[in-house]
């Protein structure tokens, strides 16, 4: 049984261009989360996602950030027209079900760099 | 809104002597706590978790925390480590009963280098 997987491990984009990150859950783990470590910073939660359905955003920037998590296919967090602002590392997150903490496993990360 | 305040960031420690990193939170709520540890180029992995009853709890590693209500810390110590102990610690926090018992929040983690 794989782990959660995150692709591309690195990612470079220039400013203004587009960055997709992909996030595939642990076989049978149908809740996602994504977080965001920012330089000399700690993860910070962005979005919770259950398949098709956003349920908590409260993490996400207003603009240019969005995600889902299709019926099938991997989570995708989407940022759009990134700035230096944007370089980070991103991880995702999955579990089972919500709050079975000894079932929440996170994935290698994807460290984004705008130049 | 919760808080976790890891005091120090960096822990230089030589082999088989005693490690304690320190964790502070804030919350206006009960809590869960945890202690993830990263390895390098790995993703993050829960060391142990405080949800309820005692207030020490141990890892299989050897690794204990002791939940302190009254200080609001949840120090994390080990009696001797090894060199395969480096890697860089997070402590959590989520909301113990709330409705977003699924969100953690962080610390800016320590990083632990276990020296020969």
């Known amino acids: 049984n794989a782990g959660v997987m995150q692709n591309p491990r690195h990612l470079v984009r220039r400013r203004g261009q587009e960055a997709r990150l992909r996030c595939s859950p642990m076989?049978?783990?149908?809740?996602v989360y994504w977080y965001r470590q920012l330089p000399e910073e700690g993860l910070k939660f962005m979005v919770y996602?259950?398949?098709?359905?956003?349920?908590?955003e409260s993490g996400m920037p207003k603009e240019r950030f969005s995600a889902e998590f299709p019926k099938e296919g991997p989570s995708i967090l989407r940022i759009q027209q990134v700035v230096r602002g944007d370089s980070a590392a991103y991880f995702c997150?999955?579990?089972?079900?919500?709050?079975?903490?000894?079932?929440?496993?996170f994935g290698s990360g994807t460290q984004l760099s705008v130049l | 809104a919760q808080s976790v305040t890891q005091l120090d960031s960096q822990v230089p420690v030589f082999e088989e002597a005693p490690v304690e990193l320190r964790c502070n939170y804030s919350?206006?709520?009960?809590?869960?706590l945890f202690w993830y540890v990263q390895y390098p180029n790995q993703g993050l992995q829960l060391l142990l978790k405080?949800?309820?009853?005692?207030?020490l709890v141990e890892s299989i590693n050897g690794f204990e925390a002791e939940f302190n209500k009254s200080q609001t810390s949840f120090h994390l110590r080990k009696p001797s480590v090894h060199i395969s102990d480096t890697a860089e610690y997070f402590c959590?926090?989520?909301?113990?009963?709330?409705?977003?018992?699924?969100?953690?929040?962080f610390g800016k983690g320590t990083l632990l280098t276990v020296n020969p």
């Open positions: 997150a999955s579990s089972p079900t919500q709050g079975s903490w000894e079932k929440l496993f």
């Open positions: 076989k049978g783990h149908s809740h």
């Open positions: 996602l259950q398949k098709e359905n956003i349920i908590d």
């Open positions: 919350s206006s709520v009960s809590v869960y």
């Open positions: 405080y949800l309820s009853g005692s207030t």
């Open positions: 959590a926090v989520s909301e113990g009963s709330g409705g977003s018992n699924y969100k953690l929040t």
